[in-house]
């Protein structure tokens, strides 16, 4: 079973140049994480599923409370986040700077990882 969160939306110091730590830039964070389903299908029980209210939660502290330089660093700090529960098997994570270059709509980067 696959478990989405798309477009959080959040703003963070990200930037290697001076105006960039100066200002709140917009990152936008899509999640993927895979797990065994099947219990949470046949006991509707919060228990057997993967609480992505509290993923969600430390991710937006984590990214809302420290300044970055590149955006590698938040995908690969959100997947650890991610994976620090122990249901998910493998997780997805991409991390979006918009209006990061000229002529683009946005840059990314993903960071996957299994167990």
């Known amino acids: 079973m696959i478990i989405k969160i798309e477009n959080l939306k959040l703003r963070t110091i990200v930037g290697i140049y001076d105006w960039e730590k100066e200002t709140k830039q917009d990152v ?16 509707d029980d919060i228990e057997h ?14 990214v809302e409370g420290t300044d ?3 955006i590698e660093r938040i995908a690969g700090d959100a997947i650890k986040i991610v994976m620090e ?9 991409r991390v979006d700077k918009p209006g ?10 993903t960071q996957t990882q299994s167990r």
């Open 28 to 43: 936008i964070i899509n999640i993927e994480m895979e797990f065994d389903g099947t219990k949470a299908i046949e006991t």
């Open 49 to 62: 599923t993967v609480d992505y209210k509290t993923i969600t939660k430390q991710i937006i502290e984590m």
């Open 68 to 70: 970055f330089n590149l």
């Open 85 to 93: 529960n122990e249901k998910v098997d493998k997780a997805s994570v």
């Open 100 to 109: 990061a270059l000229r002529f683009t709509d946005t840059v990314s980067v």
